[in-house]
């Protein structure tokens, strides 16, 4: 079990695993910035680890590693490290008494050939938790469903609690110039004056000399944006 010693709001000790075409490195426990899933599941972080796929001397995987050139540009034959990083995802990795499983990835990991993998027991599993984190099965596009399930493993920090009952959904700001339509207002939306300051209050409130920003980047209900102070806003 993981020694835990005080560590910031929001941060955690992760487990990470680097597995190269020939050997397979255990390191850590590392400081990581914690996320949704790992927040949820604390009492369970033990069974979390990130595995990351490199090259021999740990540099980043090339993408020429999985591919062997061929003359017909339609046909396309794989590496072995291509099937030895696919049996990993598909079949999991044992570490002594502990099988871990392929759990899902954010946006930043996938392009550090990265994921998360989860050891299941009686009451966790991997597929558990992906159900826990959402409904994503009227999602058919695979990349799209992907990054929707990637934005609870986006490294954040918790604030504070939002209720359905606080949130207002706004029509976006859209124009037609021509033929083409413009959307003023994506990945945007507003906060109040009021509950800017408590969000602030939960951070860097001192350090910001008493100061609230004017604006905030958020995770939330499967929201990825910006909310900007509205002076108006007195909800």
Request: overall charge positive; charged content about 25%.
């Amino acid at each position: 079990q993981l020694v835990k010693p005080d560590l910031d709001d929001g941060q955690m000790w992760v487990r990470r695993i680097l597995v190269s075409p020939c050997r397979v490195y255990c390191t850590g426990p590392e400081i990581d910035i914690s996320n949704r899933v790992t927040r949820h599941f604390m009492d369970s972080i033990d069974n979390f680890i990130r595995i990351s796929f490199v090259e021999e001397d740990y540099d980043s995987l090339a993408s020429t590693a999985l591919t062997v050139p061929t003359k017909a540009s339609s046909c396309i034959k794989h590496t072995e490290v291509f099937d030895r990083i696919l049996s990993i995802l598909r079949d999991g990795i044992t570490l002594g008494r502990k099988r871990f499983e392929f759990l899902a990835f954010s946006g930043s990991q996938l392009r550090e050939n990265s994921v998360w993998m989860f050891s299941s027991n009686h009451s966790i599993t991997a597929e558990g938790i992906r159900k826990w984190m959402g409904d994503f099965l009227r999602i058919r596009n695979v990349a799209k469903c992907a990054a929707r399930m990637g934005q609870c493993f986006s490294s954040s920090s918790q604030s504070l609690d939002v209720y359905p009952s606080e949130v207002q959904n706004l029509p976006d700001i859209e124009r037609r110039y021509g033929a083409v339509n413009y959307c003023f207002s994506e990945g945007i939306g507003k906060i109040s004056p009021g509950f800017a300051v408590e969000v602030a209050k939960k951070f860097s409130y001192k350090i910001l000399q008493c100061r609230v920003p004017s604006a905030c980047q958020i995770r939330n209900g499967g929201y990825k944006g910006v909310l900007a102070v509205n002076p108006y806003c007195s909800h």
